[in-house]
C-alpha cells in the first residue's frame, strides 16, 4: 500500500509541475507597511521638501505622518514642484494605499497618494476641497486629469494607486473595503523605476496640514494563462499519507489574465 502511495505521490508531482509549467510570473514589487507608529522614519523613507519650508512630523498626531505645507507649493507644471513629499523606490507591479485627513476648507488644500519617474510623468491622486477627489499627471510630458465629487466630506478618505504593466488605475473608499474608480490610464513602461508615496500640495491662503494613517505597498502579481485558448479544468485528486492535494488548471477566456 505505502509503495502505491508513493508511486501515486510521484505521479501526483509530476503533474503539478506540468499544471505550474503553463503559467508565467509578471514581476511584482516587494511589500513595504507603515503604520507611522514609531516616533522616527523609516529607512526606506526620503522627504523631498525642496523649499525647505515644508515639514513632516510622527508625533503632532500620535499615529499618523502628518506632511505639513506652507503657501503657494504645488506638484505640477503649471505651477511649481515646491510640495514637500514622503516618497520610496517601486519597481513592477504594485497596489499603493493610504487614508488621509485634515480639514480641507479650501479647494487648496490637497493631500494624498504620488506615482512618480520624473516631471513629464507622473500622477497624483488626491483629496481637495471638502467633498472632491483628483486624479491628475502627466503622461510623456501631456497633462491629463480626472476630478470626481463625493457623495460626503469622507473624513479620513481612503485612496489606491494599482499598477499593472502599463496600466495605473486610482480608486477612492470611504472605508477602505469598497473601493470606486476615478481613472484609468496607460503609463509608464513595465521596466522603471519609479517611486511612490504620500504629499501635501497647498495653493491656499494659510499653512495646510494633511494627516495619513497608513501607507502600504504590497504586490500586484498577475498570473498569464498558456496556452491562450485554456483547455478547460484538470483536477487530480488523491491521498498521499493522509494528504489531500487538488491541481486544477482554471478554464477562462483566451489570453486570461488572472489577478491575485
Given amino acids: 500500500m505505502k509503495k502505491s502511495r508513493f508511486i501515486f505521490a510521484i505521479a501526483l508531482s ?12 509578471v514581476a511584482a514589487a516587494p511589500a513595504y507597511q507603515d503604520e507611522f507608529t514609531d516616533s522616527s522614519l523609516q529607512s526606506f523613507w526620503t522627504f523631498t521638501n525642496p523649499l525647505g519650508t515644508g515639514s513632516y512630523s510622527l508625533t503632532a498626531n500620535s499615529g499618523y505622518l502628518r506632511i ?17 513629499r514622503m516618497l520610496q523606490p517601486v519597481t513592477g507591479d504594485f497596489v499603493a494605499t493610504t487614508s488621509v485627513s485634515g480639514v480641507f476648507s479650501q479647494t487648496g488644500f490637497r493631500g494624498g497618494l504620488l506615482v512618480w519617474k520624473d516631471t513629464n510623468n507622473y500622477f497624483r491622486l488626491e483629496k481637495y476641497g471638502s467633498n472632491q477627489v483628483l486624479m491628475y499627471g502627466y503622461i510623456n510630458g501631456v497633462e491629463t486629469y480626472q476630478t470626481g465629487t463625493l457623495p460626503s466630506n469622507y473624513t479620513p478618505l481612503y485612496l489606491k494607486l494599482d499598477r499593472t504593466g502599463t496600466t ?16 484609468q490610464y496607460t503609463v509608464f513602461n513595465p521596466a522603471d523605476s519609479l517611486q511612490t508615496g504620500l504629499f501635501t500640495i497647498n495653493v491656499g491662503s494659510t499653512v495646510f496640514s494633511a494627516d495619513f494613517d497608513y501607507f502600504h505597498v504590497t504586490p500586484a502579481s498577475t498570473l498569464s494563462v498558456l496556452p491562450e485558448t485554456p483547455l478547460g479544468v484538470v483536477a487530480v485528486v488523491g491521498t498521499m499519507f493522509g494528504a489531500f492535494a487538488v491541481f486544477s488548471y482554471r478554464k477562462a477566456h483566451p489570453k486570461a489574465i488572472v489577478k491575485l
Fill in 168 to 183: 495605473l488605475n486610482g480608486y477612492w473608499s470611504s472605508d477602505g473595503t469598497t473601493w470606486n474608480l476615478v481613472k
Fill in 14 to 25: 509530476a503533474v503539478a509541475l506540468c499544471l505550474l509549467s503553463q503559467v508565467n510570473s
Fill in 68 to 84: 505639513t505645507a506652507p503657501t503657494g507649493v504645488g506638484l505640477s507644471k503649471t505651477s511649481n514642484f515646491n510640495a514637500p
